[in-house]
């Protein structure tokens, strides 16, 4: 059984920085970012596979975001800079059980209990 446990959310000014923290128990392969606003869809953010060879990212986090892991800590990470209103959301990680590389939510299964993230204008 795979347990995930995000950290790192905050409140941060528009144009500002924050890292997310996912920490891993359980063997994972895709581990991937989504993130919820309210009255919103859950909505695919960035994923990595198991290796760290390949990474995805949404279009509107492109060139401002990037996700990492560290093998060894069995921990994903979201570095998320340039942050905008628009980011305000529950930023979620989840992970796959099989080397799928998934961006929807249904290909996930596994997910942590979510942190935080607003950005102020």
């Known amino acids: 059984q795979v347990q995930l446990v995000e950290s790192g959310g905050g409140l941060v000014q528009a144009g500002g920085s924050l890292r997310l923290s996912c920490a891993a128990s359980?063997?994972?392969?895709?581990m991937g970012w989504f993130r919820q606003a309210p009255g919103k869809e859950r909505e695919f953010v960035a994923c990595i596979t198991r290796s760290a060879t390949s990474a995805y990212y949404a279009d509107s986090v492109k060139d401002r975001f990037t996700i990492s892991k560290d093998n060894a800590k069995n921990t994903v990470y979201l570095q998320m800079n340039s942050l905008k209103p628009e980011d305000t959301a529950v930023y979620y990680c989840?992970?796959?059980?099989?080397?799928?590389?998934?961006?929807?939510?249904?290909?996930?299964?596994?997910w942590g209990q979510g942190t935080q993230v607003t950005v102020s204008s």
């Open positions: 989840a992970a796959t059980s099989n080397w799928e590389i998934p961006q929807v939510h249904n290909g996930y299964n596994y």
């Open positions: 359980g063997r994972t392969y895709t």
